[in-house]
């Protein structure tokens, strides 16, 4: 029976993988749902705040927030790059990476500098390979349940780097949660704000300010700005689950029809070495 | 009676809903206390309490390290942040993401250009895409 022992291991390592491929797509589901109970849980806050900005911005007109404006020369493009922290997501960061590169090499191109943050390992690993690209900030390991807090530093940089003049447009790069079998990777204007936020008003009434209206601004736009960055995140985070989870899907069936290929070769092998050792017996006895 | 309605949302999870007779925060110029029909205001909060009188007499409170208030007749919003914040808090955050980054760029191996890696990415698909299409062959 030669052969028949090497198919068998074979068999149970592939069996082995198996299960775990199966473990990970059933995490993948089950953490797909969390990520979405997340998400939702986050969308009152950025709605109440555009209602609030689209309020506030009609209201002190006269004093234009930096943020606001569009700088008229395109020198420096920030970028806020969302990945995994974990791979065996598929294509996931892949696919980000290459809109993304496309990207920056049609800023680079028009002859602007290219400045990143990074979240996330894979997005970090990435951008630090890259010649030619600034990377200023970063920040790993988020868990299941991302915190607003830990995103301020690398939300900050990129809006001081606007507000002082040294970035001329910062970009929010994720991927898009659209369902459990597709996600798109998605490129946001952070700065300058869009002019849709500020022409929301309809209501002809004024808030009372305390205190002035610029500084009360200045403070909702930089809130809404990470409210954004942290929406990416969530929306990141509920892709990689589903992408890893029609991965490990797709992994797992592959392992099954593999194993069942190789229960067919293993039942071939056994079959012709028993047909042999009869064909033997008989060619023995007859031979006696 | 008449009665306001108070969204108390944070970032990351909506926090308090419903109807109430009486709103007390902390306002950056001072305590604000908000019943039903007060003007339109909006204000930054202080690290405090936000206490909550609803229909029933009942008071709910609820601490936040700020946020923002906004005031309309019908609807009173807490817009709280989750984390701590201050200037110096905020600043120490970006430096330490900053850090972060140089690290990651200090112990980097092999840099290579933006061109070359879309090359790769793009070789990457290509034998990807290849080898899906050998296996449907395969199979049929």
Redesign the interface.
């Known amino acids: 029976m030669a052969g028949a022992r090497e198919i068998r291991t074979k068999i149970k390592s592939v069996q082995n993988t198996l299960k775990v491929t199966r473990a990970l797509e059933m995490v993948s589901a089950s953490k797909i749902r969390k990520a979405q109970d997340l998400m939702r849980a986050s969308r009152p806050y950025a709605h109440t705040m555009r209602q609030v900005i689209g309020h506030i911005a009609r209201a002190s007109i006269h004093y234009k927030h930096p943020f606001l404006v569009a700088h008229e020369q395109v020198k420096r493009v920030g970028y806020v790059v969302v990945g995994t922290d974990r791979g065996l997501c598929g294509g996931l960061n892949a696919n980000l990476q290459r809109t993304l590169l496309a990207d920056i090499a049609r800023w680079q191109q028009q002859g602007a500098e290219v400045v990143v943050v990074a979240i996330g390992q894979k997005a970090l690993h990435f951008f630090r390979r890259l010649k030619g690209i600034e990377l200023v900030g970063s920040v790993t390991h988020l868990g299941e349940r991302p915190e607003i807090g830990k995103l301020i530093g690398v939300v900050k940089i990129m809006l001081d780097g606007y507000a002082d003049g040294r970035i001329d447009r910062v970009h929010l790069a994720f991927n898009d949660f659209i369902n459990t079998m597709s996600q798109k990777p998605t490129l946001d204007t952070l700065l300058p704000l869009p002019p849709a936020i500020d022409m929301q008003a309809t209501y002809d009434w004024d808030y009372l300010y305390e205190p002035e209206a610029s500084q009360v601004l200045n403070h909702v736009l930089t809130r809404y700005i990470e409210a954004l960055v942290y929406q990416g995140v969530l929306e990141n985070l509920a892709s990689e689950h589903a992408a890893r989870m029609v991965a490990m899907k797709s992994a797992s069936d592959n392992a099954t029809e593999f194993i069942d290929e190789l229960t067919l070769v293993y039942n071939k092998a056994r079959q012709a070495a028993i047909t042999q050792e009869i064909s033997e017996i008989v060619s023995g006895a007859a031979a006696v | 009676m008449s009665t306001i309605r108070c969204?108390i949302?944070?970032?990351?999870?909506?926090i308090y809903h419903g109807e109430a007779t009486l709103v007390v925060a902390s306002?950056?110029?001072g305590e604000l206390g908000i019943a039903p029909r007060h003007?339109?205001?909006?204000?930054?909060l202080k690290p405090g309490q936000v206490r909550v009188i609803d229909t029933s007499g009942e008071e709910h409170s609820f601490y936040v390290s700020g946020g923002?208030l906004?005031v309309q007749p019908q609807v009173v919003?807490v817009?709280a942040?989750?984390?701590?914040?201050a200037r110096d808090i905020?600043?120490?955050?970006?430096?330490?993401?900053?850090q972060?980054?140089e690290q990651?760029?200090a112990n980097?191996s092999?840099?290579?250009?933006?061109?070359e890696?879309?090359s790769r990415?793009?070789e990457?698909?290509a034998q990807?895409q290849a080898l899906e299409r050998l296996r449907k062959q395969l199979k049929h």
């Open positions: 969204d949302v944070s970032a990351e999870a909506e306002g950056e110029m003007a339109p205001l909006i204000t930054r923002i906004e919003t817009l942040d989750t984390a701590m914040r905020d600043q120490a955050a970006a430096l330490k993401a900053k972060a980054a990651a760029l980097r092999d840099a290579i250009g933006v061109a890696a879309q990415l793009a990457a698909t990807l």
